[in-house]
């Protein structure tokens, strides 16, 4: 077995004196600190407490082994501001997410008044009524020759909807449905009927009395 090593000599006098001695106890002279082993463990405990378990490690550890001590630190702050970066990487992908929702909307709103817009135009071209049509949730009918048939921009699933108009062709009623709530509690829609075009916070649910 080998033997543990118990003294060091002095940085300065060059005399023998004990392994743990900080100065020496002949010449007074403060003895260069030898690193000792410290546990990666601490490494678990800044990653997992961030800046508290860096300084806690950092602590405990600085006098035994400062060089270490001050990577632990450097972890406990690294962490956290890892954390923080992701943060507001995904607000800015947020708010861009909500722009393009914003542009999705916009696009809802020209398709709903190009509706109203080709069916005033059919009306007063034609046998004055409009398009009349089933119930569809997946789009919006053509009007006649003057628009075709529209969906949503995130696809017929999302669904632009047209009320069943076919017992009043004075009447009609069409809807998007928005991504941006805006002011209404849950769900904001835009409606084109005979009467033009307007923002509601209800669905219309009647053909023939869009609002
Ligand atoms: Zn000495």
């Not at 722009?99 to 135009?121: L, S």
């Not at 048939?149 to 009623?173: E, M, V």
């Not at 005979?194 to 209800?202: A, I, N």
Request: some cysteine.
């Amino acid at each position: 077995m080998p033997e543990e090593k118990k003294n060091k000599f002095c940085s300065n006098c060059g005399a023998e004196i004990d392994i743990k001695a900080k100065i020496c106890p002949k010449c007074g002279v403060e003895q260069p600190l030898i690193p000792e082993k410290v546990s990666n463990w601490w490494y678990i405990l800044a990653i997992f407490l961030g800046i508290v378990g860096g300084i806690i490690a950092w602590a405990v550890n600085k006098d035994r082994n400062p060089k270490k001590a001050i990577h632990f630190l450097i972890v406990g702050l690294i962490i956290p501001a890892i954390y923080i970066i992701g943060i507001l990487a995904s607000i800015v992908l947020v708010s861009l997410g909500g722009a393009r929702g914003k542009a999705r909307d916009a696009m809802r709103q020209a398709d709903m008044r190009q509706v109203a817009t080709a069916q005033e135009i059919y009306y007063y071209d034609g046998e004055k009524k409009y398009v009349t049509n089933v119930a569809k949730t997946d789009g919006t009918p053509a009007i006649g020759t003057y628009l075709d048939a529209l969906i949503d921009p995130q696809g017929a699933t999302k669904g632009y909807n047209w009320l069943a108009n076919t017992t009043c062709d004075q009447k009609f009623c069409a809807y998007a449905t928005l991504e941006n709530k805006g002011t209404c509690a849950t769900t904001r829609y835009f409606a084109a009927s005979e009467k033009g075009t307007k923002e509601l916070c209800t669905a219309p649910t009647d053909g023939c009395a869009c609002f």
